[in-house]
C-alpha cells in the first residue's frame, strides 16, 4: 500500500530564517505531487505541483520554492521566512493526472 | 476569489440522525467533485468523490449529491456516529491544472 510521510510535524522559526520541509512517497512509482498550505481561517490552497523529476509548477507567487530531486522525494524551501508563511503545510500525491489526492500527516509551521 | 464555497462553518447533529453537509461552486469548468474528512493535525483524508456526468454516488454511509444546474453538492451521512466528527472540505477540479480548489470546511459534531 501507498504511504506519505512528511517532516517535521511541527516548526517553530524566526522571521528571515530558511526553511525546507520534506515529503517522500511509498508504494508507488511516478506519482504527480503537490503542497498546499492551510493558513488560519481558510480553505487549502495548492502552492505547487510536480509531475515528474525536476517538473514544479507554481500555482501562487511567493516567498516559497519547490524541489523534487528524486522520483518520490519533495522539498518545499525558502530563505527567508515571513510572518505570513506560518500555517500548515500538506504534501499530497495522486496516480498521475487523477482527481483523487491523498494527504500526508502535515507540518503546523509558526514563524515568530 | 473563493470558487469552493462551504457556507455552513459548523453542524451539530445527533447520533443516529442524518448529516447533510453542503457545497456550492462557481466554475462551470468544474468537473470532478470530491470531500475529505479532516481531524484535528492531521491531513485530509479522502472520502468520497463524484464526476459531474453523475448526479449521485454512495459508499456504504456516506452519499453525495450533485445538482449541476444550481451549481450544488452535499454530502449526506446515515446514520451519523460520534466518530464522524471532523471537519469535512468540498473540493473541485476540473479545467486546466491539476489544483483541486477546497472549500473552507464544515465541523461536524456528532453528539451521543
Known amino acids: 500500500s501507498q504511504t506519505i510521510h512528511q517532516w517535521p510535524a511541527t516548526l517553530v522559526q524566526p522571521v528571515g530564517s530558511p526553511l525546507s520541509l520534506e515529503c517522500t512517497v511509498e508504494?508507488?512509482?511516478?506519482?504527480?505531487l503537490y503542497w498546499y498550505r492551510q493558513a488560519a481561517g481558510r480553505g487549502l490552497q495548492l502552492l505547487f505541483y510536480?509531475?515528474?523529476?525536476?517538473?514544479i509548477s507554481s500555482e501562487v507567487p511567493q516567498n516559497l520554492s519547490a524541489s523534487r530531486p528524486q522520483d518520490r522525494q519533495f522539498i518545499l524551501s525558502s530563505k527567508k521566512l515571513l510572518l505570513s508563511d506560518s500555517g500548515f503545510y500538506l504534501c499530497?500525491?495522486?496516480?498521475?493526472?487523477?482527481?483523487?489526492?491523498?494527504f500526508g500527516p502535515g507540518t503546523r509551521l509558526t514563524v515568530t | 476569489d473563493q470558487q469552493v464555497k462551504q457556507n455552513s462553518p459548523s453542524l451539530s447533529v445527533q447520533e443516529g440522525r442524518i448529516s447533510i453537509l453542503n457545497c456550492d461552486y462557481t466554475?462551470?469548468?468544474?468537473?470532478?467533485f470530491l470531500w475529505y474528512k479532516k481531524y484535528p493535525a492531521e491531513g485530509p483524508t479522502f472520502l468520497i468523490s463524484?464526476?459531474?456526468?453523475?448526479d449521485k454516488n454512495e459508499d456504504g454511509r456516506f452519499t453525495v449529491f450533485l445538482n449541476k444546474s444550481a451549481k450544488h453538492l452535499s454530502l449526506h451521512i446515515v446514520p451519523s456516529q460520534p466518530g464522524d466528527s471532523a471537519v469535512y472540505f468540498c473540493?473541485?477540479?476540473?479545467?486546466?491544472?491539476?489544483?483541486?480548489?477546497f472549500g473552507k470546511g464544515t465541523s461536524l459534531l456528532v453528539t451521543p
Open positions: 499530497a500525491w495522486s496516480y498521475g493526472a487523477a482527481y483523487e489526492q491523498y
Open positions: 508504494g508507488t512509482s511516478n506519482p504527480n
Open positions: 510536480s509531475v515528474g523529476i525536476g517538473q
Open positions: 466554475n462551470s469548468m468544474f468537473d470532478y
Open positions: 463524484i464526476s459531474s456526468i453523475k
Open positions: 473540493a473541485a477540479s476540473g479545467g486546466s491544472g491539476y489544483a483541486l480548489n
